[in-house]
């Protein structure tokens, strides 16, 4: 007896969390994708992840990367978001090491900006 009422609990169980997730993803699935995209995050939202951008790039120095990875918060340059980043990290209140992290990054990046070629149209 107690291990049916642990079968036909569990199939419930199951039941619901698929109910669930089929609801959510097929029948009713958030609206606007836009809220989506990274560039809707906040700025404070973009701004730390521009800092763990910072922070691997102080790891392992590669700032082709480090630049790669800030195309992901849309298509403004790589500079303006660090740029972004540091102004809303002075008015978070960040650490000095972290405002360091993203100096150094900001610095790296133009020195990278300057040896790429610029593409022509």
């Known amino acids: 007896m107690r291990t049916q009422r642990i079968l036909w609990f569990s199939i419930a169980i199951a039941f619901g969390v698929g109910a669930g997730l089929l609801a959510g993803w097929v029948f009713f699935p ?5 809220a989506a995209e990274p560039e809707s ?12 951008a910072a922070e691997i790039y102080a790891k392992d120095g590669n700032v082709a990367e480090a630049a ?3 195309q992901f918060l849309g298509s403004r340059p790589a500079l303006e ?7 809303t990290g002075q008015d978070l209140g960040y650490t000095q090491a972290d405002m ?8 790296a990046l133009q020195s990278y900006a300057t040896v790429q ?3 022509a149209p």
């Not at 958030?30 to 836009?34: C, I, N, R, T």
């Not at 360091?100 to 610095?107: E, G, H, I, K, M």
């Open 117 to 119: 070629p610029s593409a």
């Open 68 to 70: 790669v990875r800030l």
């Open 30 to 34: 958030p609206a606007g994708s836009a």
């Open 41 to 52: 995050l906040r700025a404070d939202f973009q701004s730390d992840y521009v800092l763990m």
């Open 81 to 87: 978001h660090v740029q972004v980043a540091i102004l």
């Open 100 to 107: 360091l992290a993203l100096a150094n990054l900001f610095t």
